[in-house]
């Protein structure tokens, strides 16, 4: 079984993904990590030299590869964004138990702030810039993530 960890860049699911995988003895998937194997350069690098579009396709071959092997038992930790585009939810829920991390905006804006050079699309962000665009990005995506088939507030872990 494989369960998808969705959430805004920044709301843990890489670091749950990680606490969840050591409970159940399963091993972890980061998509992020996925892709910069399959690209061979860092995701930061993958935007500047090739943009967001060539990215999200990059995205998607991975999350298809990552459905193919359902047969295997793995935690999947998506980027942020992986949910929110072409038919990926659709195929998230297909193919497993989808988990959205719900983590406030101010929680986020802390972490993004310390690993700003990680995160291509905010990195020029000052706080106030930064809550704002996550903040208008969470009511882009919200209709992705709130199709997860379990909703966990942050308060809850």
């Known amino acids: 079984m494989l369960i998808f960890l969705t959430g805004m860049p920044g709301s843990g699911k890489t670091s749950f993904g990680q ?3 050591e409970q159940l003895t399963l091993p972890v998937w980061d998509m992020d990590d996925l892709i910069e194997q399959k690209a061979q350069m860092s995701i930061p690098a993958i935007f500047e030299t090739h943009g967001e579009d060539h990215f999200r396709k ?3 071959q991975v999350l298809h590869e990552v459905i193919q092997n359902r047969d295997t038992s ?6 942020g964004g992986a949910p929110c ?3 990926n939810m659709e195929r998230i829920n297909k193919a497993g138990v989808s988990i959205y991390i719900d983590t406030p905006i101010y929680v986020i804006v802390e972490r993004m702030l310390r690993k700003a050079q990680d995160r291509p699309l905010y990195q020029q962000a000052t706080p106030e810039s930064l809550r704002e665009k996550l ?3 969470f009511w882009q995506r919200k209709k992705f993530y709130w199709q997860a088939q379990i909703i966990l507030k942050t308060e809850e872990i």
């Open 19 to 21: 606490k969840l995988a």
């Open 58 to 60: 990059l995205e998607q």
């Open 74 to 79: 793995a935690i999947v930790a998506t980027g």
């Open 85 to 87: 585009f072409f038919d």
């Open 135 to 137: 903040t208008q990005t």
